[in-house]
């Protein structure tokens, strides 16, 4: 999407109708909202989230577009700890029938070729990857597509693991659950010295994650062009 396309739709605000919410595992919840029919995006994209059933600091954050368009709903996961923020404790007493504001969707974070590519989670950072992949299974082409998902995960909570296991088995995708920055190294050396620049790299998870693997790629001459990245500020 166009950084033209994106100004524009940062400007349609709509209001979504809050269905349910239910933990996925310790410390992250998952929300789900009613999707209308002229509501879509690309999977990977996110959107601007507002609280508008209380007055809060800081009531606009951006989150991941979870499911893929196909799945007719929207969701969103969150990571909430211990101490949550104002914003994330207004998601937490969200009830049926109540309201959440919108704008969007916007991001590149998305697949535009059928170039290899390799994906890299860290945490939270799986959501754009799991809307990417549903998309994939949905639309049948997990053959042609030679993607790779490496998902990095120092607490080992790898969410959504058994869809992910599922598509994995279907497609030529590949799944690999890491747990330290050693492997994840040797994974991306291996894609790159056999793909270099004919390759897209995609990196989500917290800022320094992402800021420290981009300039790993870049160091083994991977162009920046090549590198999309999801900086998930806060964590
Ligand atoms: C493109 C994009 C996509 C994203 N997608 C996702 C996603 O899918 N899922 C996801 O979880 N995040 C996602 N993020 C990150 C998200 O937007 C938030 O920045 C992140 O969730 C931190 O929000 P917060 O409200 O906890 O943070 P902040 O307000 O930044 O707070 C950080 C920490 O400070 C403490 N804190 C803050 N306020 C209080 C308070 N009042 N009382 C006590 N403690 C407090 C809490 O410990 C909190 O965790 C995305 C970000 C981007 C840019």
Redesign the pocket.
């Known amino acids: 999407m166009s950084f033209f396309q994106d100004t524009l739709s940062i400007f349609k605000k709509r209001d979504l109708l809050f269905l349910q919410s239910y933990k996925e595992s310790e410390g992250v919840y998952s929300f789900l909202f009613k999707k209308e029919e002229d509501l879509t995006w690309k999977a990977g994209q996110?959107g601007l989230f507002s609280i508008t059933h209380k007055k809060i600091k800081?009531p606009t954050?951006?989150?991941?577009l979870?499911s893929a368009p196909t799945e007719n709903v929207v969701r969103?996961?969150?990571?909430i700890?211990e101490?949550?923020?104002?914003?994330?404790k207004a998601m937490l007493e969200l009830k049926q029938g109540m309201k959440i504001r919108m704008a969007g969707p916007v991001?590149s974070f998305y697949l535009k070729d059928n170039n290899p590519s390799l994906f890299i989670a860290g945490g939270?950072g799986i959501?754009p990857f799991r809307s990417i992949l549903k998309q994939v299974e949905a639309e049948g082409n997990g053959v042609e597509k030679q993607i790779q998902l490496h998902y990095i995960d120092s607490k080992k909570l790898y969410l959504f693991k058994e869809e992910l296991d599922e598509i994995a088995n279907k497609t030529s995708i590949s799944v690999t659950y890491l747990d330290s920055r050693e492997n994840l190294h040797h994974e991306i050396n291996k894609f790159a010295t056999l793909n270099k620049n004919n390759g897209n790299y995609f990196i989500a998870g917290s800022r320094s994650m992402v800021g420290s693997i981009s300039t790993y790629l870049q160091k083994n001459n991977v162009s920046k062009r090549n590198i999309k990245k999801?900086?998930?500020?806060?964590?």
């Open positions: 996110h800081n954050k951006p989150f991941t979870v969103l996961t969150m990571a700890g101490n949550p923020s104002d914003f994330k991001g939270i959501t999801d900086a998930f500020y806060g964590y």
